[in-house]
């Protein structure tokens, strides 16, 4: 990439950070600001489909706030305890699937695997967490770059907070 191009990207991903503040600003209501989150996460950074889940620590599940372009009907996972420990170590980061960790099995495997997942991100305040952000691969099948984990994670943080 030229540096041309990374400048006109990362201009892109800023103006997109600021549409980003103005729908958090705005919104009322929970589910039309993590739709409007999620649409405008996946458009900064082309991908082709997410989900935002939320968990619940008192029966470890997480439950879908929304979600794009993911043909599944389940909505509900338990987490078993090996999740919420491995998870951890991404609280300020990101887990790129491409490795499958052999800690992600059963039902919340095959949702992953069904909607294309690649990429996970924990949606953490504090230590504790909050949700779960599920973004899936990028239109043409491009790699992410250092630049989209950077903005997911960015992303992320605002989400955190608005939830």
Not at 4 to 26: A, H, M, P
Not at 81 to 100: C, M, P, R, T
Not at 122 to 140: A, D, R, S, V, Y
Request: net charge negative.
């Amino acid at each position: 990439m030229s540096i041309s191009s990374n400048t006109d990207q990362f201009e892109y991903y800023l103006s997109s950070l600021d549409e980003l503040g103005e729908i958090l600003i705005e919104a009322d209501k929970i589910d039309s600001v993590s739709t409007g989150i999620l649409r405008l996460t996946l458009g900064t950074i082309m991908a082709s489909n997410g989900a935002i889940f939320v968990y619940n620590s008192n029966n470890q599940e997480i439950s879908k706030l929304s979600s794009i372009s993911i043909k599944n009907d389940q909505e509900i996972f338990i987490l078993d305890e090996s999740f919420i420990a491995n998870i951890k170590v991404y609280q300020y980061g990101h887990l790129d699937l491409s490795k499958k960790p052999n800690w992600i099995s059963g039902p919340l495997n095959k949702y992953l695997e069904k909607s294309k997942i690649k990429t996970i991100i924990p949606l953490f305040h504090k230590n504790n967490l909050m949700g779960i952000l599920f973004i899936g691969e990028k239109f043409m099948s491009q790699e992410f770059s250092d630049i989209d984990y950077k903005v997911l994670e960015i992303i992320s943080n605002h989400l955190t907070e608005a939830l």
